[in-house]
């Protein structure tokens, strides 16, 4: 089963099952096998969904000898990383870990999910159960959306984290610029006609960050190709791309699976293409929350490890246990 919201927009969706073709995927960071559900987008009632069962019994089977990193192992970690930044004069890397939940004997899916789409109105909203792969989470950074009719593409440079209440610094405000460059950069090589906002706060929960908002017309033939130039973006991965990407695998202690992939929903009218950001793998005995930052040669190890934590509140928080 897989439930969805679109971002401001309270319909929930699912799939119809009947038909063959696969619109909805979702993609690793390594470019792994997708998993994908077959069928139509179809709109799920209030009625329906509030007769339906989603049990944690059954979620796929736990993993009890699975260790985090901890809080001592990632802030040695990370002065790894900003050593390679350094080495390399590097713009950014993006590093991540995983915080692991354990404190529950049941988790109330249903309610859980519901409060997830009530705390982030403005993300792409989604729970999913396969049998082997069971995730939840919600983002709002868009990697593309295509428009089949007008053929007009939109995406967004989404970097730089802070708490809401916190003025913006020079560390996130050199993190954000070489994301929107890098876009731009890409967007110009497949449009002659590329839009470009200004740099605006952009609110998720308790956390802000900076971005710009791009569009443009492409043809529809090269919007496979460009998404695969897209991802993964600076926002998830460093500058340059293919060298962090490396690095990246060799310094992370885990594979990063979903997390910083991308979810990939095809319409009568619209493809949209979501980064999975703000998730997690769920279990029958645990919670595995991914969360990560951006590093730069002037990171703070301490603070970064603060921002990890806030942003795996985005789960945590609304998460219902029993």
């Known amino acids: 089963m897989i439930y969805f919201k679109f971002p401001f927009d309270e319909t929930l969706y699912s799939t119809d099952k009947g038909s063959g073709q696969k619109k909805i995927g979702f993609y690793a960071f390594d470019g792994s096998?997708?998993?994908?559900?077959?069928?139509?987008?179809?709109?799920?009632?209030?009625?329906?969904?509030a007769d339906t069962v989603i049990s944690s019994k059954h979620l796929p089977e736990g993993t009890a000898g699975f260790v985090a990193e901890t809080k001592d192992e990632y802030l040695n970690q990370l002065e790894n990383v900003i050593g390679v930044i350094k080495e390399n004069h590097l713009p950014k890397l993006v590093y991540s870990?995983?915080?692991?939940?354990?404190?529950?004997?049941?988790?109330?899916?249903?309610?859980?999910f519901k409060n997830l789409c009530t705390s982030y109105p403005n993300a792409f909203?989604?729970?999913?159960n396969d049998g082997e792969h069971s995730w939840m989470g919600a983002f709002s950074e868009v990697l593309g959306k295509f428009n089949k009719t007008t053929h007009e593409f939109e995406t967004?440079?989404?970097?730089?984290?802070?708490?809401?209440?916190?003025?913006?610094?020079?560390?996130?405000?050199?993190?954000?610029?070489?994301?929107?460059?890098?876009?731009?950069?890409?967007?110009n090589n497949y449009s002659e006609n590329v839009d470009e906002s200004g740099t605006f706060d952009h609110i998720s929960g308790n956390i802000k960050h900076l971005r710009t908002d791009?569009?443009?017309?492409?043809?529809?033939?090269?919007?496979?190709?460009?998404?695969?130039?897209?991802?993964?973006?600076?926002?998830?991965?460093g500058i340059p791309k293919?060298?962090?990407?490396?690095?990246?695998?060799?310094?992370?202690?885990?594979?990063r699976e979903l997390y910083a992939g991308y979810i990939k929903i095809e319409t009568e009218d619209t493809v949209q293409y979501f980064v999975n950001l703000r998730c997690s793998r769920l279990y029958q005995d645990s919670v595995h929350v991914f969360v990560g930052g951006g590093i730069t040669a002037q990171s703070n190890p301490e603070k970064e490890w603060i921002e990890t934590e806030l942003k795996s509140e985005a789960v945590l928080k609304n998460l219902v246990v029993l």
């Open 33 to 49: 096998d997708p998993l994908e559900f077959a069928g139509n987008v179809v709109e799920i009632s209030p009625e329906y969904f």
């Open 97 to 112: 870990r995983r915080k692991i939940f354990r404190e529950f004997q049941e988790i109330d899916l249903k309610s859980s």
């Open 125 to 128: 909203r989604y729970i999913f």
């Open 156 to 187: 967004m440079s989404l970097a730089g984290t802070l708490p809401v209440s916190e003025n913006w610094s020079e560390k996130e405000i050199e993190e954000q610029k070489p994301v929107t460059n890098y876009i731009r950069t890409i967007l």
């Open 214 to 237: 791009f569009k443009a017309k492409i043809q529809p033939e090269d919007l496979d190709a460009l998404i695969q130039v897209l991802h993964p973006t600076p926002a998830v991965c």
């Open 242 to 255: 293919e060298f962090c990407k490396e690095s990246i695998q060799k310094l992370e202690k885990f594979s």
